[in-house]
């Protein structure tokens, strides 16, 4: 359903969530190889959400990306809707042009219920408190 940049982008808000802070920055190259992903494509990824304040960043030395107290209150739905847009909850799962209530893919009505119930998980949780799962959890990212 998620482009596998946006797959990118959520496991790096979520590590940099947990593993970074303004006294902490990472740079793009420790959060690619934390997470096992090519460093350019990750360092557009991370810079696009840099530019949406979804995350922070500094220059020079000591700098890098890192979730400040506002970024930390964004929800997963918002970088989401910044990589893949808005849409991705509406569109066809299936991808077709044409798909409604009225005129139905094969998969439309499970779908629904399916991005639905996503969107309600990812929209009223903010970054933090799915950061603070993973720490509990001790999972890895």
């Known amino acids: 359903m998620f482009s596998k940049a946006c797959k990118y982008g959520i496991r790096a808000v979520l590590y940099l969530a947990v593993h ?16 096992d992903v090519p460093k350019p494509f990750l360092a557009k ?3 696009q959400l840099s530019r949406q304040h979804l995350i922070s960043s500094s220059k020079g030395m000591g700098g890098g990306f890192f979730l400040n ?3 930390n209150a964004n929800t997963l739905s918002a970088v989401i809707e910044s ?14 042009p044409i798909c409604s209530s009225d005129d139905p893919c094969p998969l439309h009505a499970k779908s ?14 903010s970054i933090k408190q799915f950061a603070d799962k993973i720490r509990i959890q001790k999972r890895s990212i």
């Open 45 to 47: 990824i991370l810079q």
């Open 112 to 125: 629904t219920i399916y991005k639905d119930g996503l969107l309600e998980l990812i929209d009223h949780q």
């Open 20 to 35: 970074a802070s303004e006294e902490k920055k990472l740079g793009a190259k420790e959060v690619a190889d934390a997470l």
């Open 69 to 71: 107290e506002a970024n």
């Open 83 to 96: 990589i893949d847009g808005g849409e991705v909850f509406s569109s066809c799962i299936l991808g077709f």
